[in-house]
């Protein structure tokens, strides 16, 4: 029996795992300014970043934070999953290795 591309039910694994998932990629590039200074504070305080780091830390922590527990964003990234697995489930190749295999140079 093969699956519908269109239909829209979620399964545990992709309403728990896989949407979290694109959910951490996203809200990572979209705190790309935090993330930044998070990792230089770390890199230029070496063992002593704990201690060190703590305002670049709570700052990529509420970044982060505001975008898992907004609705909109959740909407948003299902819906690009759904996207990409009603791809997926038209011509059988992930979306990550259709991108990879885009020719490099002409």
Same mark, same amino acid.
């Given at each position: 029996?093969?699956?519908?591309? $269109? !239909?829209?039910?979620?399964?545990?694994?992709?309403?728990?795992?896989? +949407?979290?998932? +694109?959910?951490? !990629?996203?809200? *990572?590039? *979209?705190?790309? !300014?935090?993330?930044?200074?998070?990792?230089?504070?770390?890199?230029?305080?070496? +063992?002593? /970043?704990?201690?060190?780091? #703590?305002?670049?830390?709570? $700052?990529?922590?509420?970044?982060?934070?505001?975008?898992?527990?907004?609705?909109?964003?959740?909407?948003?990234?299902?819906?690009?999953?759904?996207?990409? #697995? !009603?791809?997926? #489930?038209?011509?059988?190749?992930?979306?990550?290795?259709?991108?990879?295999?885009?020719?490099?140079? /002409?």
């Amino acid at each position: 029996m093969a699956l519908d591309p $269109a !239909e829209h039910h979620l399964r545990h694994v992709e309403k728990d795992v896989l +949407i979290p998932k +694109i959910m951490r !990629e996203k809200a *990572r590039e *979209r705190c790309s !300014e935090q993330v930044e200074d998070f990792t230089k504070c770390c890199k230029d305080s070496g +063992i002593l /970043m704990v201690v060190k780091c #703590r305002k670049e830390n709570s $700052a990529l922590k509420d970044c982060l934070t505001a975008y898992y527990n907004d609705p909109a964003f959740y909407e948003e990234c299902k819906l690009e999953y759904l996207k990409e #697995r !009603e791809e997926f #489930r038209k011509t059988g190749v992930p979306t990550k290795r259709r991108l990879q295999k885009l020719p490099t140079s /002409m």
